[in-house]
């Protein structure tokens, strides 16, 4: 087994080779990823069911952890969307001449060593590698213990694929150590690793953000919320709601509190509540909502802070836009936010005061996706403000250099 310092090593010694690679070169990589992981999924499908196996966690862990053969072919796909994509490496963003003559040129350059540390999802593993690949970026990928096996055998299915076309994979590096120590060592690689990007829970985002010595692009958890507004259209909202809450719980862009303004609330409650039931969503509410239906559990203050990433919600009646926005920026973590509306004021309101990495009008909060947005594959959703906010796709993923040029100019 490699250990952590070995792994941000190699890592670094390679990070020169990928980020020289041409495009044309990146995407033989990537077509043969993905060949190979079509023609090898049993393989990976067999180690995943060891990790499934082991697992001792709910049916929602279990859902995020499991691999089949549809599953390894949509990350398959996802490698070859890649191809399709401008590799944003030597992209000019600024160019012009100084007073000086000097020639100046500002172009993007990869990030250089880039450290994924994330929990159960094992199809991150070849999202990483292929996001960091065509960004010209080495990875260094530490995984949670639970998938272990599956990120094991897609991490080599896909080197061993790179080595069969030509090219050197040690610019892909997994770190196998699972323990606590390991990973407090690997936040702790500053001058091997050149910036991490945690995705998971809250518990692991907060111990990186707290431990790390390299710098840390923060990916938030996903208290999102869908606020009716009082001239929102019920047959738009709830096919809304219920799709930002149940189309898949387990994500970080799924609904988890629900707002409804007052003027409303008699009308629409009942109507929300009865289509939650209905995709078997357990609902906890504030007192106002349970003077309207007495059967709806009270909801706690830590209720409206909390993501489940299961089939509960918490409700709350608000006294309008401003009340929402408030509620939103208070307990929301600045991810992905809606509103329901017919009013444009409204709209705008929302839209230019809700603290969020994506604010959305009429629509599900689901789209807040490197896909759905026309990035590819994505490192996780930023909810920081520094350097990449959102889904993070190829640029997110590079900074950039300045290119002087002169003919013997010197500083006076």
């Known amino acids: 087994m490699v250990g952590v310092l070995e792994a941000c090593r190699r890592a670094k010694m390679s990070a020169a080779a990928i980020a020289l690679a041409g495009e044309e070169?990146?995407?033989?990589?990537?077509?043969?990823?993905?060949?190979?992981?079509?023609?090898?999924?049993?393989?990976?499908?067999?180690?995943?069911?060891?990790?499934?196996?082991a697992c001792t966690r709910g049916a929602q862990f279990v859902d995020r952890l499991r691999l089949d053969e549809k599953r390894i072919d949509d990350i398959a796909v996802g490698l070859e969307k890649l191809i399709s994509l401008h590799c944003p490496v030597g992209e000019v963003l600024e160019e012009r001449t100084l007073y000086n003559g000097l020639r100046l040129r500002r172009v993007r350059v990869p990030m250089g060593v880039i450290g994924i540390i994330y929990e159960s999802r094992p199809n991150v593993t070849a999202d990483a590698i292929g996001l960091a690949l065509k960004s010209g970026n080495a990875v260094v990928l530490r995984g949670s213990k639970d998938a272990l096996c599956s990120n094991r055998a897609m991490c080599a299915?896909?080197?061993?694929?790179?080595?069969?076309?030509?090219?050197?994979?040690?610019?892909?590096?997994?770190?196998?150590?699972?323990?606590?120590?390991?990973?407090?060592?690997?936040?702790?690689?500053?001058?091997?690793?050149?910036?991490?990007?945690?995705?998971?829970?809250?518990?692991?985002?907060?111990?990186?953000?707290?431990?790390?010595?390299?710098?840390?692009?923060?990916?938030?958890?996903?208290?999102?919320?869908?606020?009716?507004?009082?001239?929102?259209?019920?047959?738009?909202?709830?096919?809304?709601?219920?799709?930002?809450?149940?189309?898949?719980?387990?994500?970080?862009?799924?609904?988890?509190?629900?707002?409804?303004?007052?003027?409303?609330?008699?009308?629409?409650?009942?109507?929300?509540?009865?289509?939650?039931?209905?995709?078997?969503?357990?609902?906890v509410a504030c007192p106002k909502c349970r003077k309207i239906d007495a059967s709806l559990s009270e909801a706690t203050e830590e209720d409206y802070g909390t993501e489940y990433l299961d089939l509960k919600i918490s409700v709350k009646i608000v006294g309008g836009v401003q009340e929402a926005i408030d509620h939103i920026n208070r307990y929301g973590t600045h991810h992905s936010d809606a509103i329901i509306t017919a009013d444009p004021a409204a709209a705008q309101k929302f839209l230019n005061e809700v603290d969020s990495a994506a604010v959305y009008v009429n629509a599900s909060t689901r789209f807040t996706d490197g896909f759905q947005f026309g990035l590819g594959a994505e490192m996780g959703i930023s909810t920081?403000?520094?350097?990449?906010?959102?889904?993070?796709?190829?640029?997110?993923?590079?900074?950039?250099k300045y290119l002087v040029e002169g003919e013997g100019q010197v500083r006076g």
Request: hydrophobic fraction near 40%; glycine fraction near 8%.
């Open 157 to 283: 299915v896909i080197k061993g694929a790179i080595r069969e076309a030509g090219y050197d994979p040690e610019f892909i590096q997994l770190i196998e150590d699972p323990t606590h120590e390991g990973a407090t060592q690997f936040l702790k690689m500053k001058g091997y690793v050149d910036v991490i990007i945690p995705r998971g829970g809250a518990g692991l985002i907060r111990n990186a953000v707290e431990n790390a010595t390299v710098p840390i692009i923060e990916t938030g958890t996903g208290n999102c919320h869908v606020y009716i507004e009082k001239t929102g259209d019920l047959d738009k909202a709830i096919p809304i709601l219920i799709n930002a809450k149940t189309q898949r719980t387990s994500v970080c862009n799924a609904c988890e509190s629900l707002l409804i303004d007052e003027a409303i609330a008699p009308a629409a409650l009942p109507r929300c509540v009865a289509a939650l039931r209905e995709k078997g969503v357990e609902i």
């Open 25 to 53: 070169d990146m995407n033989k990589m990537l077509a043969a990823s993905a060949k190979a992981l079509r023609e090898r999924a049993a393989e990976i499908i067999a180690e995943n069911k060891r990790d499934i196996a």
């Open 384 to 400: 920081q403000k520094l350097h990449a906010r959102g889904p993070m796709g190829l640029r997110e993923l590079t900074s950039y």
